[in-house]
């Protein structure tokens, strides 16, 4: 007989166990189920704001391989289908067809769960109002649209200033509308030092973005018809046509935690660096729904990215398929931009090296994308952070314009490789003046980093 494998989730980490499974083994040796409570699979969630913006033409080209397609590779993938509760003691999942009602278990010989996470949304009045939307999937993001082709007001705000916010905040400015953005924090991008965060705040108003800061909002304000109208805070009312949530996520662990599995501080699943789950040889996770180690701090940290989730799905499937393969961790890289201005972060900021109990130097240096003499030359300003003691690097953040952001890449691989600042200051990098000046502006934090460490002692 042919071992059953059932995998809950039919995006990224789920769609790629699959897929490389199924590349190890064939139909005869291997069944594979996947439940899917949406209709589409295997799309990028990360585009969604180039979509509602306009930089995508449309939503299908967001999405990388259909059900169909999947399907005919021998996955049987079930849309609109939503599992309701895992018995790991009977190896089988009860799932729910969203479309008829009804209720069916399917046994499992190995179970991979791939549930990703779900949109942070406040706990206040008037959130559920109509014109107020998330953007965590395809169908979150066809709403949106149609919500703004729906009402002639040009008044957007946006909840939250992290990734998705700004992100979000460029697409409804890009659509002509009004935008205000209400951040919890004194400054946007949490995932920067407050010092860098800065430098994004005044971009953003720069580019017609009201960027308001300590800002908890505190009611949705609605119309006779129930339509959102403004957005409330401790301190004023922001009128609104459309709101927009950019306030995070967190992991979807709730058939994980009903079934007993193990989770960590952050709410996510506790795997090994075969990414199974803890305690349990038969069941695997992967992508937002998990916890990662984080290679600088030694720490877990919920980090949900599409890089990881598809890495952690080749993992998984390669696991499943009677292969090996271990994911070993991550250093925190991501990248975003706001219009013509680029944001980069790697490793620690100074409040996580604070938090593990490291003691560091931080620098902070001002340079330019190419050499200054070359036409189109731009500022950036790039932050690091080193070991006091040994010189480690710790961080780096780089905010600027063109060139700035894919610069970050270069820290994250010194960082995975532990390098130490003065290491660094000797690394080959690539120069001509269209490029880069003579010293890379990396390189340029790397010297300063190197002189902070020397004078400290």
Not at 233 to 241: I, L, S
Request: glycine share 12%; hydrophobic share 45%.
């Amino acid at each position: 007989m042919s071992e059953r494998l059932v995998i809950i989730g039919g995006d990224a980490a789920g769609m790629s166990a699959a897929s490389q499974a199924r590349r190890l083994k064939g139909a005869g040796e291997l069944e594979i189920t996947a439940f899917e409570r949406g209709r589409f699979s295997s799309y990028s969630a990360c585009g969604i704001p180039y979509w509602v913006g306009g930089d995508v033409a449309g939503r299908d080209e967001l999405i990388a391989r259909s059900p169909e397609e999947h399907r005919a590779r021998g996955i049987g993938l079930r849309t609109r289908t939503e599992v309701t509760e895992i018995d790991l003691a009977g190896q089988r999942v009860l799932a729910r067809d969203l479309a008829a009602g009804t209720e069916a278990w399917t046994g499992f010989d190995k179970l991979v769960i791939a549930t990703g996470a779900r949109p942070a949304r406040p706990a206040v009045p008037g959130i559920d109002a109509a014109g107020v939307h998330g953007v965590q999937t395809l169908e979150d993001g066809q709403a949106l649209l149609d919500s703004l082709a729906g009402t002639a007001g040009r008044r957007a705000v946006v909840v939250g200033a992290g990734y998705i916010g700004v992100e979000m905040a460029e697409a409804l400015l890009n659509r002509g509308y009004e935008v205000t953005v209400l951040n919890r924090s004194e400054q946007p991008m949490a995932t920067l030092d407050p010092d860098m965060g800065r430098l994004v705040h005044a971009a953003m108003d720069g580019l017609g973005i009201r960027t308001v800061g300590s800002a908890a909002v505190t009611r949705i304000l609605t119309d006779d018809a129930g339509r959102v109208r403004a957005v409330a805070t401790d301190d004023d009312e922001y009128p609104a046509d459309v709101v927009v949530l950019g306030t995070g996520v967190v992991p979807e662990t709730s058939l994980a935690e009903a079934a007993g599995l193990p989770l960590g501080a952050h709410g996510g699943l506790l795997t090994d660096l075969a990414m199974r789950v803890r305690g349990h040889g038969n069941v695997w996770a992967g992508g937002d729904c998990v916890e990662v180690l984080d290679l600088v701090s030694g720490r877990e940290r919920h980090v949900p990215l599409g890089t990881h989730a598809n890495k952690q799905g080749q993992v998984i499937g390669s696991n499943v398929g009677g292969d090996y393969a271990t994911f070993p961790g991550v250093v925190g890289t991501a990248v975003s931009k706001v219009c013509d201005l680029e944001i980069a972060r790697t490793g620690l900021r100074e409040k996580d090296a604070r938090e593990v109990g490291l003691r560091y130097v931080a620098v902070t240096v001002e340079s330019t994308s190419r050499a200054g003499y070359y036409p189109g030359a731009a500022p950036m300003t790039v932050k690091m952070l080193a070991e006091r003691r040994t010189g480690r690097l710790l961080g780096v953040q780089i905010v600027g314009r063109e060139g700035a952001a894919k610069r970050v890449d270069v820290a994250a691989v010194a960082l995975t490789a532990r390098m130490t600042v003065e290491r660094m200051t000797a690394l080959d990098l690539g120069y001509a003046p269209p490029f880069s000046p003579v010293w890379d502006p990396v390189l340029i934090a790397a010297r300063k980093a190197l002189a902070a460490v020397r004078a400290a002692g």
